[in-house]
């Protein structure tokens, strides 16, 4: 989401989740700060994650999403832990994506405080189509099995309908994310475009997409 929306969700008492493309963490951070809003942003795990987090020593955010499509890797292991040793009051780190409940129980070993569960589920994800790996079809089962691991779960992907909500929530989960859904909405990111029937569309892509609005 954009800076607009997030600051109009901190206002109203709502969580939300930075994204990390194409956006200045650093400026944005020390905007929320200055504003006494919480602040809630999203890292990779390459060398700009470290010097964003290295530049908000004295602005530390409330909230750091590790956001990769494979989050059971060495890379996610060596960030975590680094921030959590590095910092005095580390932020609440929210670490994914994950698919299984062995990934679950390491991400919780390494430091995470809340684990994103689900590879390529949803509509506009690219990683299942590229990779083959993922818990497309299977999600509501992936949500159970690694919600018995007694971890903070947010279900990600694969929200088609109001029912899968309820259906996420009653297999374990905490928090749902939610893409396809949402897309269409006024207050969504995306560009409105006309298409071809003259009918007016908003652009939707995925975090892993080749474009990114």
């Known amino acids: 989401m954009n800076?607009?929306?997030?600051?109009?969700?901190?206002?109203?008492?709502?969580?939300y989740i930075h994204h990390r493309f194409n956006v200045d963490a650093v400026a944005f951070t020390k905007?929320?700060?200055?504003?006494?809003?919480?602040?809630?942003?999203?890292?990779?795990?390459n060398e700009d994650a470290y010097e964003i987090m290295k530049?908000?020593?004295?602005?530390?955010?409330?909230f750091v999403t590790i956001d990769i499509a494979h989050g059971h890797s060495v890379k996610m292991e060596k960030i975590i832990k680094w921030i959590k040793s590095t910092f005095p009051?580390?932020?609440?780190?929210?670490?994914?994506?994950?698919?299984?409940?062995?990934?679950?129980?390491?991400?919780?070993?390494?430091?995470?405080?809340a684990i994103k569960v689900g590879i390529g589920p949803g509509?506009?994800?690219t990683t299942?189509?590229?990779?083959?790996?993922?818990?497309?079809?299977?999600?509501a089962s992936?949500?159970?099995?690694?919600?018995?691991?007694?971890?903070?779960?947010?279900a990600d992907g694969g929200i088609k309908e109001p029912g899968d909500i309820a259906k996420s929530?009653?297999?374990?989960?905490?928090?749902?994310?939610?893409g396809g859904m949402f897309s269409a909405l006024s207050d969504s990111p995306g560009n409105t475009v006309t298409g071809t029937d003259g009918r007016l569309y908003k652009e939707f892509c995925g975090s892993a997409s080749a474009f990114q609005s």
């Open 3 to 15: 800076d607009t929306i997030a600051k109009k969700l901190a206002k109203a008492g709502y969580f």
């Open 31 to 45: 905007m929320m700060k200055t504003e006494g809003l919480c602040v809630s942003i999203s890292l990779g795990v």
């Open 55 to 62: 530049s908000l020593a004295n602005s530390v955010p409330d």
């Open 89 to 113: 009051n580390p932020p609440f780190i929210i670490a994914g994506n994950v698919s299984t409940p062995e990934a679950v129980r390491d991400l919780m070993r390494w430091g995470a405080d």
């Open 123 to 125: 509509s506009a994800c």
């Open 128 to 139: 299942y189509v590229a990779t083959g790996f993922g818990s497309r079809g299977c999600q």
């Open 142 to 154: 992936i949500i159970r099995d690694c919600a018995l691991e007694n971890a903070i779960i947010i």
């Open 169 to 178: 929530l009653v297999l374990g989960a905490h928090m749902v994310m939610i």
